[in-house]
């Protein structure tokens, strides 16, 4: 049975690491976007890195520019753009699509690991958050309308 550490990915300077290097901690990966109405998730995000970073947690952000154009720019542009306007701190990933031929392998785990409504396997929009814990298994999947915030207290019992 997979877990995350069997999966690599792409940093957004480009360097790939196995996921196998986040072992042992609580993880939060999501799908973002600049240009999004819930781009102002990042706050949430970065509130909940904060709180929780040194006690084992982290957010791994994906973007992704397959709903709506909504992250047309290049990985550095959105490193810019999401220090400048919300002063990330946790680690943005290497722009990624999430649905169909050209998915991500991470992604096509996570959708099969927690469905979605009606058990449908596609991520609909934006900030669809899975939540991981500390043995790499998907625990949980929230919608984009899920705000950072309600996500403390699953957390907190992951921790």
């Known amino acids: 049975m997979?877990?995350?550490?069997?999966?690599?990915?792409k940093t957004?300077?480009?360097?790939?690491?196995?996921?196998a290097e986040k072992a042992g901690k609580v993880l939060?990966?999501?799908?973002?976007a600049s240009r999004c109405g819930f781009t102002p998730q990042y706050t949430g995000l970065e509130g909940l890195w904060q709180q929780y970073r040194e006690r084992g947690f982290e957010v791994l952000a994906f973007p992704c520019n397959q709903f709506?154009?909504?992250?047309?720019?290049?990985?550095?542009?959105?490193?810019?753009?999401c220090?400048?306007?919300?002063?990330?701190?946790f680690p943005l990933m290497s722009k990624v699509e999430v649905n169909g031929a050209g998915a991500a392998p991470l992604f096509d785990w996570l959708k099969g690991e927690a469905p979605g409504m009606l058990g449908t396997?596609?991520?609909?929009w934006n900030f669809t958050k899975f939540l991981i814990d500390r043995a790499g298994k998907v625990v949980r999947r929230?919608?984009?309308t899920v705000?950072?915030?309600k996500l403390s207290r699953h957390i907190e019992a992951l921790l």
């Open 2 to 9: 997979k877990t995350i550490a069997d999966f690599e990915v």
């Open 28 to 32: 939060l990966v999501v799908n973002t």
């Open 147 to 149: 705000k950072p915030k």
């Open 83 to 89: 220090d400048i306007h919300f002063g990330l701190s």
């Open 121 to 124: 396997r596609r991520i609909k």
């Open 142 to 144: 929230y919608g984009p």
């Open 12 to 19: 957004g300077s480009g360097t790939q690491i196995s996921l």
């Open 68 to 81: 709506g154009n909504q992250e047309p720019a290049g990985d550095a542009e959105i490193a810019t753009f």
